[in-house]
């Protein structure tokens, strides 16, 4: 193979490398740009609850469907071990005092996020309060096994006492 032949080979395997490269670079900054991961700046609003489960930070923060914000950390209080939820809230968008907040799902098989139903009270919650009705993620597992086993959640009831020997007859 001549010298022209090699540096051809060269030149068009390095421009297919490097449109290889630009489209993966391109896709990388739709995906950050699509989830909205590092897009959000905002304010600090917290919630105390008893199970988080699928909950994870990154997760949405959802009102009408519509994500406003984001899961910034998880913590666990020691003394009462109830989960504190820091979330991360656009600027732009101002929550009620009295909203309420609780973990759901996006269908059967979808993954978790809160929910923010607002409330109608004028005043706005501030920076760093906390939602006063907050409810916590249901174990659906546990429901769907106490459904199958037939049990209401009740203790179990005694087993049936062997029958007694008639008293002899005079």
């Known amino acids: 193979m001549s010298q022209v032949g090699v540096k051809r080979s060269n030149v068009s395997e390095t421009l297919i490398g490097a449109i290889v490269v630009a489209v993966a670079i391109g896709f990388i900054i739709f995906a950050y740009m699509r989830t909205g991961t590092g897009s959000l700046s905002g304010y600090e609003l917290l919630a105390r609850l008893p199970q988080v489960d699928g909950l994870g ?49 996006a269908g059967i098989l979808g993954s978790s996020y809160l929910a923010i139903t607002p409330g109608g009270d004028e005043a706005v919650m501030k920076p760093g309060a906390s939602f006063a009705n907050a409810q916590g993620s249901i174990d659906v597992m546990g429901l769907v096994g106490r459904f199958i086993g037939g049990g209401n959640g009740d203790a179990p009831k005694p087993a049936p006492q062997a029958p007694q020997p008639l008293p002899p007859s005079p």
């Open 57 to 105: 930070v990154g997760t949405d923060v959802r009102l009408a469907g519509i994500k406003i914000g984001s899961i910034s950390d998880l913590t666990l209080d020691p003394k009462t071990y109830m989960a504190t939820v820091h979330m991360s809230i656009r600027e732009d968008i101002k929550i009620p005092t009295d909203s309420s907040l609780k973990v759901t799902s």
